[in-house]
């Protein structure tokens, strides 16, 4: 209650704003889905529904937020990217990854049974989350072919193990002694010599990750004077390493 001999502890909260001018990256990591995916039963390598309501909850996230700008998802973990000059939450650290790390949650446990309608929550699920700034464009783009090459190494030695195991008849630890040392060309010639398998024809939602962007929608009306334009969320599975992603969009621009 305000004006109480009570209000100093006040005092002992600090204030976490984060620095001005740069940019500001939330990322989101499912906690313990290792337990949480085989409590669940999730195909392996690659679960399409668990995939689909990851990319899902992202997208309303962004919906919610209109200062996230992009977002990149791989398996049980999804980066946003904010606005540089955002003010969201006076640029309160716990503030906003509590806030946005909760709701990303909420929208993962209200959407489940639309993607495992035949598989019930035996468990609720949870997400940790960081933000972490950097200066400049340099840094965003390297951030995002960070974890896009990192999307490509894990999904290629996780369909290389899975096939082992399921279509090579190997137990898990004889999969992990096979592939022990190998590099990127053992493995694709693993898949094609033993199962037939190019693995750059498989589905580019596994091997991109998920690229979440906003494009402007069409005015119906003359828009009023410094209000922002309206935009819907669209979800890619493309290449974002190369530079040809970042020329074709202004999502660097304030």
């Given at each position: 209650?305000?004006g109480t001999k009570y209000q100093y502890v006040k005092k002992f909260e600090l204030p976490?704003?984060?620095?001005?001018?740069?940019?500001?990256?939330?990322?989101?990591?499912?906690?313990?889905?290792?337990?949480?995916?085989?409590?669940?039963?999730?195909?392996?390598?690659?679960?399409?529904?668990?995939?689909?309501?990851?990319?899902?909850?992202?997208?309303?996230?962004?919906?919610?937020?209109?200062?996230i700008v992009m977002g990149f998802g791989e398996s049980d973990e999804y980066s946003f990217?904010?606005?540089?000059?955002?003010?969201?939450?006076?640029?309160?650290?716990?503030?906003?990854?509590?806030?946005?790390?909760?709701?990303?949650?909420?929208?993962?446990?209200?959407?489940?049974?639309?993607?495992?309608?035949?598989?019930?929550?035996?468990?609720?699920?949870?997400?940790?989350?960081?933000?972490?700034?950097?200066?400049?464009?340099?840094?965003?783009?390297?951030?995002?072919?960070?974890?896009?090459?990192?999307?490509?190494?894990?999904?290629?030695?996780?369909?290389?193990?899975?096939?082992?195991?399921?279509?090579?008849?190997?137990?898990?630890?004889?999969?992990?002694?096979?592939?022990?040392?190998?590099?990127?060309?053992?493995?694709?010639?693993?898949?094609?010599?033993?199962?037939?398998?190019?693995?750059?024809?498989?589905?580019?939602?596994?091997?991109?990750?998920?690229?979440?962007?906003?494009?402007?929608?069409?005015?119906?009306?003359?828009?009023?004077?410094?209000?922002?334009?309206?935009?819907?969320?669209?979800l890619l599975h493309c290449d974002i390493i190369q530079d040809d992603f970042w020329t074709?969009?202004?999502?660097?621009?304030?």
């Amino acid at each position: 209650m305000a004006g109480t001999k009570y209000q100093y502890v006040k005092k002992f909260e600090l204030p976490d704003p984060l620095l001005p001018g740069m940019f500001m990256l939330l990322r989101l990591d499912g906690h313990s889905f290792h337990r949480f995916s085989d409590e669940h039963a999730f195909v392996k390598p690659n679960d399409l529904a668990a995939l689909e309501l990851m990319d899902h909850s992202a997208q309303s996230l962004m919906e919610e937020y209109p200062d996230i700008v992009m977002g990149f998802g791989e398996s049980d973990e999804y980066s946003f990217l904010l606005r540089k000059s955002t003010s969201l939450y006076n640029r309160r650290e716990s503030k906003i990854v509590s806030t946005l790390t909760s709701y990303f949650t909420s929208c993962y446990v209200l959407n489940w049974p639309k993607y495992f309608p035949d598989k019930p929550l035996k468990y609720p699920p949870s997400f940790d989350g960081r933000i972490v700034l950097y200066p400049g464009e340099r840094e965003i783009k390297d951030y995002f072919a960070w974890r896009q090459a990192d999307t490509h190494i894990n999904n290629l030695y996780n369909t290389t193990f899975w096939a082992l195991v399921q279509q090579g008849g190997e137990t898990t630890t004889q999969a992990h002694a096979t592939l022990k040392g190998t590099f990127s060309k053992d493995k694709h010639e693993i898949l094609f010599s033993r199962f037939s398998l190019n693995y750059n024809t498989i589905d580019p939602r596994y091997r991109k990750g998920s690229v979440l962007v906003r494009t402007k929608e069409e005015e119906s009306e003359p828009k009023k004077k410094k209000a922002r334009p309206r935009t819907e969320v669209d979800l890619l599975h493309c290449d974002i390493i190369q530079d040809d992603f970042w020329t074709q969009r202004k999502i660097l621009e304030d």
